[in-house]
């Protein structure tokens, strides 16, 4: 895998080892980021968030296109080591770590101002993460949000609204907001 755009574009990073973890494919990550730059106008001094985040190929893009802080959320040991080892070999300034679950965030200081998830498929992970991000305030009306799952998943995500749905390969992208949020 490497970095599509930014200051790190065409540098490699590396998934964790086995198969617990899948990382979202590059041409998959290049139409997502496509589609956030739309709406976002750009990344520079964006506050994100990395969840289900593995090798944190998602976060690491963001930060490359000129984020300015993205929180990291695994809790699987072998992704945290990976992610932390793309983080030291990148020297990514603002990323910070979480090796634990996303369901066990507590509540937020402030709202994020883009939330990028890739929950494992099939699961219906993102729908009761988004439930919970919501009520402890990570998510807020200017939030973006972006959900991964496997193309043939339905995304329950209520108290949201879909700005768009778009499938590429296996995956399934799904740009979010808050209900009332537009």
């Known amino acids: 895998m490497r970095i599509i755009a930014g200051e790190w574009r065409g540098r490699k990073i590396k998934a964790p080892a086995g198969d617990t973890t899948r990382p979202t494919a590059d041409r998959t990550r290049e139409t997502l980021f496509s589609m956030l730059n739309s ?32 929180v990291f959320v695994e809790q699987d040991r072998d992704a945290v080591n990976a992610l932390q080892g793309n983080i030291a070999a990148l020297g990514a300034k603002g990323a910070d770590v979480k090796a634990q679950s996303v369901l066990f965030l507590g509540v937020a200081p402030k709202p994020h101002d883009l939330i990028m998830m890739d929950p494992p498929y099939d699961t219906g992970a ?57």
């Not at 990395?50 to 984020?67: K, M, Q, V």
């Not at 778009?166 to 399934?172: D, E, S, T």
């Open 39 to 70: 709406r976002l106008g750009g990344f520079e001094e964006l506050s994100v968030m990395d969840l289900f985040a593995g090798s944190g190929a998602l976060g690491l893009e963001a930060l490359s296109r000129g984020a300015a802080r993205c």
């Open 126 to 182: 993102g729908g009761v993460a988004l439930d919970k991000l919501k009520r402890q305030g990570w998510i807020g009306p200017a939030t973006w949000v972006s959900v991964e799952t496997a193309r043939t998943e339905d995304l329950l995500a209520k108290g949201f609204e879909v700005d768009t749905v778009r499938n590429v390969g296996k995956a399934k992208l799904h740009i979010l907001r808050l209900a009332g949020s537009s």
